[in-house]
């Protein structure tokens, strides 16, 4: 058994306990006179943390930006009609078709 004077420092639950206990993992890491397990090690925790924003911030950014793009074309169609929008389109993808078999 672990000294409790080596062991992690941070209190937490166990599914299907009513109180919360000592972790009982061996604390490895010294931070300002405590220590932590490596699941515990608050600069390892704000690490995660910090990765885990950064990706969603990305997927954020990148959703923002096809919502931008989405209501500029509708904005830029805006009065259009539709049988007017179509046969133009077609009309540019046949040129676009053409040059590059050039």
């Known amino acids: 058994m672990i000294d409790q004077k080596d062991q992690c420092c941070v209190s937490v639950w166990t599914e299907g306990s009513y109180c919360e206990h000592q972790c009982s993992r061996r604390g490895v890491i010294e931070r300002d ?11 390892r925790k704000k690490a995660a943390e910090d990765k885990r924003k950064a990706a969603w911030k990305a997927a954020s950014d990148a959703s923002q930006k096809a919502y931008d793009r989405r209501v500029a074309c509708e904005a830029a169609c805006e009065g259009v009609a539709t049988c007017e929008l179509v046969p133009g389109l077609v009309a540019r993808l046949l040129a676009d078709k053409e040059i590059r078999s050039d």
Not at 33 to 43: E, I, N
């Open 33 to 43: 006179g405590k220590r932590y397990c490596k699941q515990h090690d608050p600069m």
